[in-house]
């Protein structure tokens, strides 16, 4: 593992912990915990989480965790993810394998065998799999990309050699602070990208590899319409023009915006923080845009 990469799983777990210190599930949130949806019960396990005060179908968003490829689970999303429930939607919050020891295609496997299980337990969580939604954030986003970009091109989930049957196209995804464009060279100045690409990528970035982690050759016009955002002091906010040029290309529906504050500063993923004011109106306005398509 590079230092890239331990660094990354030090300094976000200190953030996430002091972010979220002193929350706890809320009265109104019914909670079903650490579902195993594939074979690792460490790995790969998920949490589902529906308001109370719901019953029967409904809309349902499927989370995709961030931190680099190499860190997170669910358990740093719960409240971020419980936070959605409230609004009125069935939440799935998963875990996926991490690199450098599950290197690519682990996420994006379980990414889809995520999606896959939504649609067999439907009836079990009361998912509504005609409204089905998903957030993906930082390296998340570009997971779900590369899902998206399963469910409608043929050719790309053909190069996919990992056993999942069932595809499920949401209806609307959104792609917070993402990762949408992913290079490799021998400029000192992108030095951290490209060691943490030796750690995600078995060859450390092929043209070949690229070409499976980057959706500019695999995007088209089916891809689903984004809420694509980002902050002011988000460090990957230079990505945002790559993504809406490619949805510009392919007339591929978004709403893209860039969230400002003159009372806090809002960095990287500061929607996660449920306890910020900006994070509200972020998340409010997410699941508006997700009950527009209902």
Excluded at 199 to 210: N, Q, S, V, W
Aim: hydrophobic share 40%; glycine share 8%; with cysteine.
């Amino acid at each position: 593992m590079s230092y890239i990469s331990e660094t990354l799983r030090t300094r976000f777990g200190e953030t996430d912990t002091l972010r979220d210190k002193g929350l706890t599930t809320p009265g109104d949130i019914q909670r079903f915990d650490n579902i195993v949806y594939g074979e690792d019960p460490v790995s790969q396990i998920l949490d589902v989480y529906r308001p109370k005060n719901e019953t029967g179908l409904l809309p349902v968003i499927v989370s995709v965790h961030g931190g680099g490829w190499v860190y997170g689970d669910k358990e740093r999303y719960q409240f971020y993810c419980m936070n959605l429930a409230q609004r009125g939607f069935a939440v799935i919050n998963f875990t996926y394998r991490l690199a450098p020891e599950h290197k690519f295609p682990c996420g994006l496997e379980d990414t889809c065998r995520t999606f896959e299980w939504a649609g067999k337990h439907a009836s079990e969580y009361g998912f509504d799999m005609d409204h089905l939604f998903a957030a993906g954030d930082s390296a998340g986003a570009n997971l779900l990309e590369l899902y998206c970009a399963a469910c409608i091109n043929t050719d790309y989930r053909s190069r996919l050699a990992f056993p999942v049957k069932d595809y499920y196209l949401p209806k609307a995804v959104a792609l917070n602070c993402g990762v949408h464009v992913i290079t490799v060279s021998e400029d000192p100045d992108d030095r951290f990208n490209t060691l943490l690409m030796a750690d995600y990528l078995e060859g450390k970035g092929t043209a070949g590899e690229l070409r499976m982690v980057n959706i500019s050759d695999v995007i088209t016009k089916d891809f689903p319409p984004a809420y694509i955002m980002t902050a002011e002091e988000d460090f990957l906010k230079f990505q945002l023009p790559a993504v809406v040029g490619m949805f510009l290309k392919n007339n591929i529906p978004f709403t893209a915006k860039c969230f400002t504050s003159s009372s806090e500063k809002l960095g990287h993923v500061f929607h996660l923080n449920i306890r910020s004011e900006a994070a509200r109106l972020c998340n409010d306005e997410e699941c508006a845009f997700f009950r527009s398509f209902l």
